[in-house]
Structure formats: C-alpha cells, structure tokens
C-alpha cells in the first residue's frame, strides 16, 4: 500500500513537468502485466502478487497513415512502440513503452528482460498519471481517450447519422486541468469509494460512527470527499488497444473511510460502438466499508454541433417508475415516491425540455432542471434501462447494467460566475472561457448508474452498502452506441 503511494508521489514530482499533450495507442497485441506492486495478498484481481518477468509484447503497428485517421483531437496516432525498457530510476521495476514518433510513454508495474534504459536512449519520461491511452474497438466504430488520473474519459468518439465522428463526452483538452481545475466537476471519472452524497459526512458500522470530508457546502460528502477517486492517480494493470484497466489502492482511513480497498475500472471498446465498463472493489484488510462506484461522463450526443443544450435530448427509462425525494442541498429525506404525474416520469420517451419548466427548484433550493436518483423496482440485467437521444447528430446512447438505480444530473450550476469550464476544442473551444467558449448551464448531461444514494444513511430501504473481504464489490455497464435517422 505505502509503496504504491509513494511511487505515485515520486512518479508525480519526478515526471509532472513534462505532463503534456500525450497521445499513446497500442496496437491488437495484448500487453499482459505482471506487477511487482503487490495489489494485495488477498485479492483475486488479475494483476496481483506476481514477480519477475513480464510477458510484454510491444508492438509495432500495421495502421495505415494515422494522420488520416479522423477523430482524436490531436488526429490519433496507432502507436509503434520504438522502445519498451525497464526504468532503473523508478522506485519499483517500471515498464516504460516510448513512443519515439509521438513523444509518449506510458509506465507500469513489471520488468523486462534483457532490456535496459540505456538501449533506448531516446525515450522521454514517462507522463503518468496524465497520459492520453488511445484506443479503438477492432471494428473501429468507437474510439476513446483514457487517462490514469481518476481513471477518467476524455474523450469518446462515435458516429453521428452522417456516417461522422463526434467526441460526445466533455472534458478537458489541457490534461493536467484534471488534476487542477477549481470548478472540480468530476469530469469523466470513476467515482468513489462512495459516490453521490453522504448526509452529513457521516454513517454508522457496527455502532461507530465514521466521518468523511464535508466537501460540498461544508454540509455532506460528495463523491468520496475532498480527494476522491476522480482525483487519484491509478496504476495501469492491463493493457490492449482496445480495453485498459485501471487499479487504485485506496488506504485504510482515507478520507475517513474505514478499510483498505482495493478498486479497478477497467474499459473496453467492443464491435458496433459498444462501451464495456466493469468495475470492481476488494476490502484486503479484517474491516467492513461502504463502497459505491460509478462513472461519472458527462454527455452532449450532439457534440456541441447543431445543438448546444442538452435539453433537446430524448430521455427514455422505461423502468424507472420511482425517485428518491431528496432536500434542498440534495440530501435523500428517506421517501421514496412514484413517478406518475411527475417530471420525474421518463418511462415513455420524452425530451427533457418537456417538462423541465415544471423542475424550479426539485435539483436544489435554486437549480432547475434534474440531480436526481431514479429507481427500478423490477430492473431487467439484459435490456436497456436509460436510453438518449439527440436529434441534431442523431446518436442513440442505451445503458444496460447490473445496477438498479440511475443518478441523472443536467448540469444546472456548471457554469457560475467566475467559475466556468473552457470546452474542448472538438466542442467549438479555444482553450478560454470567453462567451461561448465554456460549457454552459443544462448543456449536459451526467448518468450514473449504481445503487440508491445514500443508501448507508437509509437501512430502511433495505440496501446493503457495506463490504467486507468475503463481499467484493461489482459494477457493470454497457453503453451502446447507434443512430436514428
Ligand atoms: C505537443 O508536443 C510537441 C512535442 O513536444 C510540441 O512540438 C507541440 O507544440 C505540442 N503541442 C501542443 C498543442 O502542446
Ligand atoms: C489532422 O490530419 C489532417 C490530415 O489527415 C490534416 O489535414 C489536419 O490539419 C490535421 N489536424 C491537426 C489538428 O493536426
Ligand atoms: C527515435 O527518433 C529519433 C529521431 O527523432 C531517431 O533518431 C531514433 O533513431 C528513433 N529511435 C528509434 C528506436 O526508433
Ligand atoms: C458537424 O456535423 C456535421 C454532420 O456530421 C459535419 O459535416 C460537420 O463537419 C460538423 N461540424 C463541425 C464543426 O465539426
Ligand atoms: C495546462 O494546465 C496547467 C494547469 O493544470 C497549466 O499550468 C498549463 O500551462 C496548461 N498548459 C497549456 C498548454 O495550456
Ligand atoms: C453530524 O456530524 C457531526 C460532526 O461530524 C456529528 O457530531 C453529528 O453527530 C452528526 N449528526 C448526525 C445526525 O449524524
Ligand atoms: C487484459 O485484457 C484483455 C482484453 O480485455 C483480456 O483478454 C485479458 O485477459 C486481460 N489480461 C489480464 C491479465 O487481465
Ligand atoms: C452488430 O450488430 C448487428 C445488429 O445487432 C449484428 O447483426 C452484428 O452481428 C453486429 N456486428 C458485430 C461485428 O458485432
Ligand atoms: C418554459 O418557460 C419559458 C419561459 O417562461 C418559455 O419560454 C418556454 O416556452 C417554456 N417551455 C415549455 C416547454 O413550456
Ligand atoms: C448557471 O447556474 C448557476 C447555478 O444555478 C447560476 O449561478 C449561474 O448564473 C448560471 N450561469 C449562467 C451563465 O446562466
């Protein structure tokens, strides 16, 4: 645990001023990882206890010319990995694949044999935890951009009903702004070890009571607190060009939460524009935690191209006949009301602008529009359970999941005085924050799927938030991808 940490620290203070403008794809070779960073003795997560040598395949790639490869802001690159060493400098035995025509490195746990520093001169530092990792589906109908820093999405790219490419997710262009950013809106990343909001920083285990940061309003706890999982730094534990995981170790007490955990989220890029996300928490030590993950990506299907509000969207969620009743900081009252005759009703397909005239105040004491936790009495795993749509671009979004609640927030309070988000230049932006320039007010979109919020301060709903190392914690989603005409 503490030598994860502080290589994280030193990989940060040794390599964070060269952490810019990264791009790194890796061909279909699978890069099988074997850690030398123990991820924990119990756990049965895939990059664990081994040693010795890795099994590294570094590829060169067989794309054709990448520069014409629309999509990635910076026009993507199908990496040919020049140089795959194992840096001596590091604290641990770090795999360094260079990247010699992009200037690119990525590090990870592991060792190579036979290959040193010195026989690839021309490799620079390594750039984690703000490296771009560029990957596309084999069919290529999906490409996205992953960082190790909160395990985020920065950008993903599918087809509009044009046949053309549009990066549907926000973030930011200047990586680093991930790590910095002052309006801190978990942009993209897993969130966690609790998302959502926690009532007044605080919930009971076996008569203890714990306290977590009042990181929102001085109030509650959101997602996971002051330095939550969107602002931690993640080792890459596996690696294709088309899926990558991300392992966190997550220390006993940290930011008040009892237990050592042990989080993944690993992404895969399917066929037919499909976004696999499985997510998984291990406790390793003898203590009992609440864990809820989620991905929180912030949508626009129209890209900002056509439309800048997201209201337009058609929002479909077929089972979610209930929400659960929430006060003026967005804190659950315990109720847990029907839908019907509600603009909370999404179970016939609608645009949010319908009803969202009818939403003064129901986000919070001055917001309008939705941050609300929908609930599936009878969830079905295999059909979709939130579905939008955007008529300007045409791109279909479907969302099944083994997860029975869907938090969905439209971006209300985005954009405040002083206080905005430059969008990405595949959005319209130009790196400020001029009119125009920054995501506005209900522009987006943000869908969590996970279980009920709250649900630690809430036994009577029956949920059962808390794991244990004979509990693991599992999360799965597949985002789907297509188009209306
Ligand atoms: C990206 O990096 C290259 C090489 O270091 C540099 O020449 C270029 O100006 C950088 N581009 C941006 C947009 O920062
Ligand atoms: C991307 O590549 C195309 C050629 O395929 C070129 O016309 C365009 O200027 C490039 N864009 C950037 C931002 O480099
Ligand atoms: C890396 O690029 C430099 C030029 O930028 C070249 O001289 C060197 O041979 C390249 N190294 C490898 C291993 O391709
Ligand atoms: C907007 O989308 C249309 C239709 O796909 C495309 O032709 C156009 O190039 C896009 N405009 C920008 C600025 O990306
Ligand atoms: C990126 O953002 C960082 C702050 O996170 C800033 O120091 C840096 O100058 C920015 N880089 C560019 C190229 O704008
Ligand atoms: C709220 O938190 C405070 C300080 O952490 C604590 O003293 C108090 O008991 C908590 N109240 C409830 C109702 O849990
Ligand atoms: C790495 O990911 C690939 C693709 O998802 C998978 O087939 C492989 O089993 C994974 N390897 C490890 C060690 O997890
Ligand atoms: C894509 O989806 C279509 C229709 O659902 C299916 O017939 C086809 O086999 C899929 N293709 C791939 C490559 O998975
Ligand atoms: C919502 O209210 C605004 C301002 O009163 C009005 O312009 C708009 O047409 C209304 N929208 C709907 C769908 O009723
Ligand atoms: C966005 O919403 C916030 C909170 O409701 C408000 O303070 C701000 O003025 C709004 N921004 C714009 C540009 O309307």
């Not at 977590?212 to 997602?223: A, I, Y």
């Not at 291990?282 to 912030?298: E, G, Q």
Request: aromatic share 10%.
């Amino acid at each position: 645990m503490h030598s994860l940490l502080s290589y994280v620290t030193f990989a940060l203070l040794t390599w964070s001023a060269t952490a810019q403008n990264t791009t790194t794809v890796v061909d279909s070779s699978t890069v099988a990882v074997s850690t030398t960073t123990a991820v924990s003795e119990s756990s049965t997560l895939d990059a664990s206890t081994t040693t010795g040598t890795s099994t590294f395949a570094v590829s060169s790639s067989s794309a054709t010319n990448p520069l014409q490869t629309p999509g990635f802001v910076n026009n993507g690159t199908v990496g040919a990995y020049a140089c795959a060493i194992s840096d001596a400098t590091a604290a641990t035995n770090q795999i360094v694949l260079a990247d010699n025509s992009t200037n690119d490195a990525i590090t990870f746990g592991g060792t190579l044999t036979g290959t040193t520093l010195a026989s690839c001169p021309e490799a620079l530092q390594p750039t984690y935890p703000f490296n771009s990792i560029n990957l596309r589906s084999p069919d290529d109908s999906i490409r996205a951009t992953f960082l190790p820093y909160g395990a985020s999405v920065s950008e993903l790219w599918v087809q509009d009903r044009d046949g053309v490419f549009r990066d549907i997710v926000l973030g930011f262009d200047n990586k680093t702004n991930y790590g910095t950013d002052v309006v801190h809106p978990n942009f993209g990343p897993q969130v966690g070890r609790y998302a959502n909001r926690i009532k007044n920083g605080t919930f009971t285990i076996d008569g203890k009571i714990y306290h977590t940061p009042l990181n929102e309003n001085n109030h509650d706890t959101l997602h996971g607190g002051t330095v939550g999982y969107d602002r931690s730094a993640y080792q890459i534990t596996n690696l294709t060009s088309s899926s990558v995981t991300f392992t966190l170790h997550d220390a006993d007490g940290n930011q008040g939460f009892p237990g050592s955990v042990v989080s993944s989220a690993t992404y895969i890029l399917e066929n037919n524009a499909t976004w696999r996300i499985e997510m998984d928490s291990y406790v390793t030590d003898n203590k009992k935690s609440p864990i809820m993950l989620s991905s929180h990506t912030y949508w626009n299907l129209a890209a900002y191209n056509g439309s800048d509000t997201v209201l337009d969207h058609i929002v479909y969620m077929p089972r979610a006949d209930k929400y659960i009743k929430t006060d003026q900081f967005l804190i659950p009252t315990g109720e847990i009301a029907s839908v019907k005759d509600t603009p909370f009703d999404f179970q016939t397909p609608r645009p949010f602008s319908e009803r969202f005239n009818e939403t003064v105040g129901v986000c919070g004491a001055t917001c309008q529009g939705w941050d609300s936790c929908f609930v599936m009495s009878k969830h079905k795993r295999d059909e979709p359970v939130f579905e939008l749509t955007s008529p300007a671009s045409g791109i279909k979004l479907s969302v099944t999941t083994d997860q029975v609640a869907i938090q969905v927030y439209t971006c209300d309070g985005i954009s405040s005085a002083g206080k905005s988000l430059p969008r990405k230049r595949a959005h319209g932006g130009d790196g400020t924050t001029n009119p125009g320039k920054f995501y506005d007010n209900h522009s987006c979109v943000v869908v969590e799927m996970e279980d009920y919020i709250d649900g630690i301060n809430n036994p009577h709903w029956g949920r059962n938030q808390i794991y244990d190392k004979h509990r693991p914690y599992h999360w799965r989603a597949e985002y789907k991808f297509s188009t209306v005409a």
